[in-house]
Nanobody
Framework: QLQLVESGGGLVQPGGSLRLSCAASGFTLAYHAIGWFRQVPGKEREGVSCFNSGDGSTYYADSVKGRFTISRDNVKKTVYLQMNSLKPEHPAVYYC??????????????????WGQGTQVTVSS
């Protein structure tokens, strides 16, 4: 059974950094294009950064380009989201997600069937 578990969220001051982790189990991480999404209460969930199917290239939302970095360790079966220069904003829950094997995703768009429980990130002084 495919499972994703996020960790690393918390309260951080503006300008600070956090690294989120997404631990995968029940499948071969290397075969799946994992993505990070976030949701602010009252707003739609948005794709933050994702690996694309096929070539494994990366996508970043314009709002995080130059500040966030997605990476993966296929041996540890973990995907990371390094977040730097965090800006004050509403609390958001960050989720990692994976498509089913063979399902192609691009630019955080496509069908993601497996989701973690989320980890909350709050940027505030």
């Amino acid at each position: 059974q495919l499972q994703l578990v996020e960790s690393g969220g918390g309260l951080v001051q503006p300008g600070g950094s956090l690294r989120l982790s997404c631990a995968a189990s029940g499948f071969t991480l290397a075969y799946h294009a994992i993505g990070w999404f976030r949701q602010v209460p009252g707003k739609e969930r948005e794709g933050v950064s994702c690996f694309n199917s096929g070539d494994g290239s990366t996508y970043y939302a314009d709002s995080v380009k130059g500040r966030f970095t997605i990476s993966r360790d296929n041996v540890k079966k973990t995907v990371y989201l390094q977040m730097n220069s965090l800006k004050p904003e509403h609390p958001a829950v960050y989720y990692c997600a994976a498509p089913l094997f063979g399902v192609r995703v691009q630019g955080c768009r496509g069908r993601y069937d497996s989701w973690g429980q989320g980890t909350q990130v709050t940027v505030s002084s």
